[in-house]
């Protein structure tokens, strides 16, 4: 046969595994391609003497003469064998490449496997079973990193499943529990857990930035340990009650608008205890609930004596460790509830789901100082009234002009503090928004409708992650007034996110928003078509690509607040946070890198701490306003 009879068979065949260069076909779907062609495929393979039952699968290139015979002896036992030999066959120049793969710890493994099977085949229902099962969990979402048996596997555990012997994919809770290799038989000091703090602890203070320890909520920690928490926010007269096994056990527990769960599913051995308190601090929780636990790797049973599914440590403490996507499953998994990330190792579950949706959208806000900007000098004006209006209640109407930029809007009666005693004066926020823009820069209330427009695109672009779609009506009232003033319906408002969320796959959209935060913010480093460099409180001022884009990532990572500089790496789908010990020094340490990977949905952390030497910044006026 030659080469052009060859690539017009292949080219014909519309069945089997069809990619742009080539076909791949199981063994048995060869009776089913034109006689001539099955006829040269077996006739090559007993020509190089490879025995027809050491081979699974045969490759056909469509634009070369070249075909290869690929073995995968456990094709009909395994749902993603893995590849043993390979025999590439080059007819034009007549070489064999032969390449062995059986003693490879990460060799490449197959996935779909009724693609390669002819329509008819009485297993492809069987094998189809399998692929929907990764389908479902989103692990063929990013082919490239899924090649090989490790790759696989990574993507696996970080979408927080295991691969079952019957190669089933299961959830990593429901995971038997490790074969202990050295029986523990003290008894675990769970007590030895409570650490004694000088300052709030971390899930604490992360809700006190973000304004839910003003005094507004009642305040529930559950497993409060010595109490150092309780006792700071008794000092600041909020509401709040704390309860302990074993510190305070006699505690009278209420239900609270939060309860705080922090660093105690951890320390739990038992399973199904640590199932039961996780429910039961949520039926505690009447707005939130904050979840922290240790993270960890792998490299933890290498340190400790493993104990059922976490380990024993020096002190005879119980410390189950997780990883990010772990934790955030089961999480879910427990409670029925999608958590959110506000840093590693730490999530909020929302209860009251309004109070969800406000939080969600005002992550995303634009903050100006509004106050500090100069107006423009007054206009001339003809209306006499309206000017006479304006001199004797300025406080009043400059009150509402600030209002109005904070919202991109104008105000609902209860948006405005003092809408009565306006409404008397002016008649209505119409006429009064008419006197503003009179004596104000009607421009600073367009930006601020752009402004806070994108803000709202950016948080409709990153609900897509949360597999539940909220409904309209659960939203909070000030979001469904943005919803109508920005987008008139909440279909338009989803389907601009939807689309805008999908644009940041594009390379090309990430490059020229990086061009063009480069050339609007007070400063960056943009270095070629490789990265962009930027400090942390220029980010909502990037372009809304780059918002959302960088926005993906924190959805695994959590809030910035300890966050210095933003890297944003153009070509490969990964954005690095940079932490360091003192922005304000001339020449800051940084102490620790995170890698954030959208395309394997994954997070590596590098310390610069202890045996490692922390690096300096010495460019870090690239980084500050000229």
Known sequence: MDFENYTKLVKETNFGKNLPESIYLHQSAINHLPAELGRFILKIGKALKINSKEWQLVKLSKRDFKLSFLSYPTFSEEPYPPLRYSWTIDLSKLTVREANYSQSDNPPILHRRETFLNKDHPHIDHYSEFTREGEAIGLYENTRIIGTKQGWERAIRRNGYFLREDGHLIPLTE??????????????????????RDRLSLPLFLLAQRGYLDGRYSFLDYGCGRGDDIRELEEHNIECIGWD????????????????LGYVINVIEDKGERNETLKRAYGYAGKMLLVSAMLGNESIFERFKPYKD?????????????????????IESTLGETPIALAPGIFAVFKDKSEEQWYLAERQRTRHQWRQLTTKPPKAITQKQAKAVFHKNRELVEDFWYT???????????????TEVLKTVCGSFNKTFAICTQHFDRALFHQAQRERKDDLLVYFALSFFNRKRKAFSRMPKALKRDIKAFFETYSTAREMGKKLLFSVSDIDVIYDACVTANRKLPASELNGQHDLIFHKDYLNMCPIELRIYIGCSTQLYGDLDNVNLIKVHILSGKVSLMVYDDWNKETPLLTERIKIKMREQDIDFFDYVEDYEPQPLPNKAAFLPK
Do not use: W
Not at 175 to 196: C, D, M, Q, Y
Not at 310 to 330: A, C, D
Not at 404 to 418: K, S
């Open 310 to 330: 976490g380990v024993i440590t020096s002190r005879n403490t119980f410390q189950k460790y997780y990883m990010q996507g772990e934790l955030h499953l089961y």
């Open 245 to 260: 096994p074993v510190h305070r056990p006699d505690t009278d527990i209420q239900a609270s608008d939060i309860v705080n």
């Open 175 to 196: 995971k038997p529990l490790p074969a202990v290799t050295s029986p523990f038989s003290g008894s675990i000091e769970r007590h030895k857990t409570a650490l004694s």
């Open 404 to 418: 109005c930029l904070e919202l991109g809007r104008l105000p609902a009666n209860d948006e405005f503090e003092h």
